[in-house]
C-alpha cells in the first residue's frame, strides 16, 4: 500500500479541495440548516463541471501552442542566425556581385556607427522596394559548389538539429 509520500502533489491537492469543499458545505448546513438549498446548487455547479473544464482545456492547449510556437521562433532565429553567421552572410555577397543593378545602390549600403534609428529605417524601405536580381549565367557554380560542400558537415548538422528540435516538439 502507499503512503502519502509517494501519492502526488496532484491528488494530495485534489483531496484538500475536495475536503475543503465538504467542510464548507457543513459550515453552510451548519447556519442556515437548509439541506435542500446545497443539494440543488451543489447539483448546479457539479452540472457546470464540464463546461468548465472544456473551458480550460480550450485555454491551457492555446496557451501549450503558443509556448510551443514561440520556442520554434527561437530555434528558427537560431538556426537563421548560425547560417549567416557560418555561410549565408558570404552567399549573399558572393551573389550580390551578380546583381547587374547593385551599382545602384552600394554606396547606400555603407553603413557606418554614426548612423541614426531614422537612416535604417530609410534603407530598410529601399531594400523592401529594391528589386533584387542575380545575372546566373555569370555566376561560378563550380564556385558556389565547392563552396557550399566545404560548408556540408555545417549544414547537415544545422539542418539535421532543426528537424529533431522541430520533430521532438511537435506533439503526437
Given at each position: ?60 492547449q ?31 555577397a ?34 523592401k ?39 521532438c516538439?511537435?506533439?503526437?
Amino acid at each position: 500500500m502507499k503512503n502519502m509520500k509517494s501519492v502526488g502533489w496532484e491528488i494530495r491537492f485534489g483531496l484538500f479541495l475536495v475536503l475543503l469543499s465538504a467542510l464548507l458545505y457543513l459550515l453552510h448546513y451548519a447556519i442556515f440548516r437548509d439541506s435542500h438549498h446545497i443539494f440543488i446548487y451543489m447539483l448546479g455547479h457539479i452540472a457546470f463541471v464540464p463546461i468548465a473544464v472544456l473551458l480550460v482545456a480550450l485555454i491551457l492547449q492555446r496557451l501549450l501552442d503558443m509556448r510551443e510556437k514561440h520556442a520554434m521562433l527561437n530555434k528558427l532565429d537560431m538556426v537563421i542566425g548560425a547560417f549567416f553567421s557560418e555561410v549565408g552572410g558570404d552567399l549573399l555577397a558572393y551573389f550580390s556581385e551578380y546583381d547587374p543593378k547593385l551599382d545602384k545602390i552600394r554606396k547606400e549600403l555603407v553603413i557606418t556607427d554614426k548612423w541614426s534609428d531614422q537612416e535604417f529605417v530609410d534603407l530598410s524601405k529601399r531594400l523592401k522596394n529594391y528589386d533584387y536580381r542575380v545575372d546566373i549565367q555569370n555566376v561560378d557554380l563550380e564556385y558556389l559548389r565547392n563552396s557550399l560542400v566545404g560548408h556540408r558537415n555545417f549544414l547537415l548538422r544545422l539542418l539535421h538539429d532543426f528537424r529533431v528540435s522541430e520533430f521532438c516538439c511537435q506533439p503526437n
